[in-house]
């Protein structure tokens, strides 16, 4: 059985203290990061696609972080601000949602 040569090289840019800490726990392990980066790349082949989920977390809202009584006292503020016709145009609630989603994807 005869290895593969390995002649193609890798030029990536990644933030000092990334690399550090990765580098630091590999030579714990006795891998060194071409190894690595050749598996990743095996397994990118094998997979046909990254080989773990790339997904975008659910940004937490307040409400995520109310406790019920909390969420029950912003609710009846919000009863009876309704009932005194306090309110605000649909477009400004609508444009105040837009502007979070932005915050939260950036």
Do not use: C
Not at 10 to 17: G, M, S
Not at 20 to 39: C, F, K, R, T
């Amino acid at each position: 059985m005869t290895m593969a040569t390995k002649t193609a090289n890798v030029l990536a840019r990644v933030e000092p203290e990334v690399k550090e800490e990765a580098e630091s726990i590999l030579n714990q392990l006795g891998i060194p990061a071409s190894v690595v980066i050749n598996m990743l790349y095996k397994q990118i082949i094998m997979t046909k696609g990254i080989p773990f989920s790339l997904t975008l977390h659910k940004a937490p809202t307040a409400v995520d972080e109310m406790s019920k009584d909390e969420f029950d006292s912003m609710m009846a503020k919000g009863l009876a601000q309704a009932k005194a016709n306090e309110s605000r145009p649909a477009s400004d609630v609508l444009s105040d949602i837009r502007n979070n989603i932005k915050e939260w994807t950036k």
